[in-house]
């Protein structure tokens, strides 16, 4: 079955702020190794497309970033459709505009594997694995999300329960949404539970299908949206006026906790949503506590320095982010990352 990936590059990154801002959010941003997200994203996207062609859906103001990142990655061998949203709406818009173009362009019965382009993964031997078991089950009609094996108690993540088996996964008895520590170590002591990785699997065919049953009038306006738009090339901006009508709501809430055909696949691969500072200083841990050069600690432990270049000293502190850029300083608890976004809604209300 031909897969075609989707990358879907349209989040702020409220919470990896500053670094992560409306004008160079957090797909952007370099890891500890140097690589950005979105490079990650498509090293694993071409894995899977085996020279085939790629779906990119981001916000129109990203498209030269995305296509400067393209070039960095070397990515020549690949067709690269852009659809450019005109403003964000969350991912069920983006999705279905996606199923709906490749339902016109490519065919229904192709296989959509949507690629969030956040997130770590680095074991793509065992990735591509569960894409295989997923691409099984969407050729048998299934909306295919993955699900992650949990391996702590996790209270940041959304969680699915899973049912009967069903040819190579399972079927989904509900998703629940982030649950206190308590009832996550519950999830996990049972073992039927898996992380929501916010990665899905299913043709156009399908997932349209579904979309008219359940969510009619968001698939209407994303068929009006469709038809206003000029898809004359591989670079296809939405038009403005249809697109800003489509319902802001999430693919979770729109069509797969509402569908009667969503199963998953467990996945066993390393997975990491990165979507706090807690996250990247997880990644960058060394012996000096996780900072980067230009950074003196006397008396200091558990803390992670992200600078830009400037020197930055820390005495007698403990458990800190530190992240310095030349527009902003932040220095946060580490058991306050969560809540970086708050800033960002602040900063809002200040215009």
């Known amino acids: ?192 539970y898996l992380w929501n990785s916010g990665m899905f699997c299913f043709t156009p065919g399908s997932f349209l299908k579904a979309a008219d049953e359940i969510a009619t009038e968001l698939l209407a306006g994303a068929r009006a949206c469709l038809a206003a738009t000029e898809c004359s090339d591989d670079t296809i901006t939405f038009d403005r006026d249809s697109f800003g009508e489509l319902q802001a709501i999430s693919v979770d809430y729109a069509i797969f906790e509402r569908a009667t055909n969503v199963s998953v696949v467990a996945g066993d691969f390393d997975w990491n949503d990165v979507g706090s500072w807690q996250a990247i200083s997880d990644l960058a841990a060394s012996d000096a506590g996780g900072s980067v050069q230009d950074t003196v600690l006397v008396d200091s432990e558990n803390v992670y320095v992200r600078n830009s270049g400037r020197l930055v000293a820390l005495v007698g502190v403990s458990n800190l982010i530190v992240v310095d850029t030349p527009e902003a300083l932040l220095i946060c608890d580490r058991s306050k990352t969560q809540q970086v976004k708050d800033v960002v809604e602040k900063l809002k209300e200040r215009q």
């Open 1 to 192: 079955m031909k897969i075609v990936p989707v990358i879907l590059s349209g989040g702020a990154g409220t919470r990896l702020w500053p670094e992560s801002r409306k004008s160079f959010p957090k797909p952007f941003m370099a890891m500890p190794d140097g690589e950005t997200l979105i490079e990650k994203t498509l090293a694993r996207a071409r894995a899977l497309a085996d020279g085939g062609p790629i779906i990119t859906v981001t916000n129109q103001h990203y498209h030269q970033l995305t296509h400067d990142a393209y070039e960095n990655a070397e990515a020549h061998s690949n067709r690269h459709i852009f659809l450019l949203e005109p403003e964000a709406r969350n991912t069920a818009p983006a999705i279905t505009m996606a199923a709906a173009w490749a339902s016109e362009a490519l065919g229904d019965d192709v296989c959509l594997v949507i690629l969030p382009s956040d997130h770590l993964i680095a074991d793509v031997a065992n990735f591509r694995a569960a894409t295989d078991k997923a691409t099984e089950l969407a050729a048998a009609g299934q909306l295919v999300t993955y699900g992650i094996k949990p391996s702590r108690p996790e209270t940041g993540y959304g969680y699915i329960k899973a049912a009967a088996p069903l040819l190579s996964g399972f079927a989904v008895d509900s998703f629940v949404e982030k649950p206190d520590l308590k009832t996550a170590e519950g999830y996990v002591a049972s073992g039927n």
